[in-house]
């Protein structure tokens, strides 16, 4: 996979020098969009169920349908629940017009920008989801394509 920004950024992490990440995303979004898309964990997790993650809403509300079976394992949970959020925020940036990723200046946490400026933090979302199966994730998504 070619992400030019992570050649650079790599470069830059030195002790002492800080994220560098912000400013590289903003030079390359298809690259950040790309990066944060593979939700490897997810998308394995998925086949195993046979469901197929193809980017669409559909493929949310195919997602909400899952035996929770993730939640036996706290750091399966974690993980599976960073990556419900990408896939999440991916669907979004692919889907809804205006929509695109954004690193959350502070804690450098992806969050997704809305055309009008409002900030999904659709990780903190994918996490609720599997520790808790709610919100929805095709709930979160229809909010925001509603508008």
Not at 50 to 64: H, I
């Amino acid at each position: 996979m070619n992400i030019p920004f992570l050649d650079s950024w790599r470069k830059r992490q030195q002790p002492g020098s800080g994220m560098a990440l912000p400013d590289a995303a903003g030079r390359d979004p298809e690259g950040l969009a790309e990066l944060l898309s593979e939700c490897e964990l997810l998308r394995a997790h998925a086949q195993s169920a046979g469901v197929a993650l193809d980017d669409s809403p559909s493929s949310l509300e195919e997602l909400d349908q899952l035996q929770p079976r993730w939640r036996e394992d706290p750091e399966l949970e974690s993980w599976l629940g960073n990556d419900a959020g990408l896939y999440l925020g991916t669907v979004i940036v692919r889907t809804v017009r205006g929509a695109g990723w954004a690193i959350r200046e502070g804690d450098g946490q992806p969050v997704v920008m809305l055309a009008n400026g409002r900030e999904i933090d659709v990780v903190a979302d994918g996490t609720a989801w599997a520790e808790d199966g709610a919100p929805e994730l095709s709930q979160v998504y229809a909010e925001i394509a509603e508008r």
